[in-house]
């Protein structure tokens, strides 16, 4: 019986702020084994594409753009790119709460700030570098945007709130609190997530059989909006109501079901092997 594997890429296999460039030797190690017994390897994360240092890698799928964009066998199952209207809706919404915004096409990228400190910052952190990418526009109108995805940045997570808000009922939305306060902006549909079963439905895996291999940066996540949600509202709390809120986001956040199935699976050993990225 075939299995599938999904990896994401940032905080899983490679860790560009902690200089991590290339998956380790045991990592690839584990992915060649796991493909030679003629199981299924897929990316799937947030990026739009996998940077140069793991396209050596013979994955059979990739689930870009937070599941907006889907390859398997290079064939593309989804391509959910932005209409007109919803790049000028979002673009007003960006411009009232000073979010800097990279809009993000399959081969091209669109910013009128590429040099703000944010987003050079941003660059330094999924790059390596803050140089400009060659692909950049920064001089653009609405009409020339072939856009997939949007990541906007704010100065505050009050701004990012309001933005949020104003779209969340037209776009799907993942708001981030590592590092930068900033959110990823979709089409409508699906989540990461969502795109993961998807695939594995349509390609008839057993669910049993599927393993996600991107709750290492995901339970970091967790833990860095924790700590930026408690540091703003201990102040304000008395310590019976903080012990109760730690309580539920333990609960709900740090160990949902799917994660401790992982753990439980025969194949928890790649889960293990696949930390030494980290």
């Avoid at 390859?71 to 979010?99: L, P, R, S």
Wanted: one cysteine or more.
């Amino acid at each position: 019986m075939k299995k599938i594997a999904f990896f994401d890429i940032d905080g899983t296999m490679i860790n560009v702020p902690n200089n991590i460039i290339h998956p380790t030797s045991e990592t690839m190690r584990v992915l060649n084994e796991f493909k030679q017994q003629k199981n299924y390897i897929v990316v799937a994360t947030a990026r739009g594409s996998v940077p140069s240092s793991i396209q050596d890698i013979d994955f059979d799928g990739y689930i870009f753009n937070d599941g907006h964009y889907i390859i398997f066998n290079n064939q593309v199952w989804i391509d959910d790119i932005f209409t007109k209207d919803e790049i000028a809706k979002q673009m007003a919404a960006y411009k009232k709460y000073d979010g800097k915004s990279m809009f993000g096409g399959h081969e091209l990228s669109w910013c009128a700030c590429p040099d703000d400190p944010m987003v050079t910052n941003h660059r330094e952190m999924f790059s390596g570098t803050s140089a400009r990418p060659a692909n950049l526009i920064e001089k653009f109108e609405i009409e020339d945007v072939e856009a997939i995805s949007c990541c906007v940045l704010f100065k505050t997570i009050e701004q990012l709130q309001a933005c949020y808000d104003e779209l969340k009922e037209d776009f799907t939305i993942v708001p981030y609190y590592t590092g930068l306060i900033r959110m990823d902006v979709y089409k409508k549909g699906f989540t990461k997530g969502t795109a993961c079963k998807y695939m594995f439905e349509k390609l008839g895996i057993p669910k049993k059989t599927v393993m996600l291999l991107v709750m290492v940066s995901m339970i970091k996540k967790c833990f860095s909006l924790l700590v930026m949600v408690l540091q703003w509202a201990m102040p304000l709390m008395k310590l019976k109501q903080l012990v109760m809120i730690l309580l539920i986001v333990l609960i709900t956040m740090v160990l949902p079901k799917h994660f401790i199935n992982i753990l439980k699976s025969s194949q928890k050993h790649l889960l293990f092997n696949i930390r030494g990225v980290l």
